[in-house]
């Protein structure tokens, strides 16, 4: 039998740092969030992810985290998390990469990691 702790703490606002290692849609619900780490194994694919994590804005977010497989749409991400300071991914497209490096873009990001496996 697998414990959901999640799901049995109510008040998930003030929560500040979670590392979550499936699909999680109380995200929303950690108004005070500053570090998220986002381990998904394999199987998991980035669109389950892209539904929650793209329209969920943390106002406080600061570091965040993404490992287990490729995913394509971090400018939204940033955008929508404009406080990010550090990010580190598995893998990136050339695009995306370039569209990141681009200071104007995403002035407050001054942390980038990027894991490629070969």
């Known amino acids: 039998m697998k414990l959901d702790y999640l799901?049995?703490?109510?008040?998930?606002?003030?929560?500040?740092?979670?590392?979550?290692?499936?699909?999680?849609?109380?995200?929303?619900?950690?108004?005070n969030l500053e570090k998220l780490d986002i381990k998904f194994y394999q199987g998991t694919k980035s669109k389950e992810l892209e539904k929650y994590i793209i329209p969920t804005k943390l106002p406080k977010l600061e570091e965040l985290k993404i490992l287990g497989f490729e995913f394509s749409t971090i400018n939204q991400i940033l955008k929508t998390n404009p406080n990010i300071t550090k990010m580190t991914l598995l893998a990136l497209e050339i695009n995306e990469l370039v569209s990141i490096l681009d200071s104007q873009q995403f002035p407050t990001l001054s942390d980038l990691f990027i894991e490629w496996f070969v």
Request: proline share 0%.
């Open 7 to 31: 799901s049995i703490w109510k008040d998930k606002s003030h929560l500040k740092e979670v590392e979550i290692f499936r699909e999680d849609r109380c995200i929303t619900e950690m108004a």
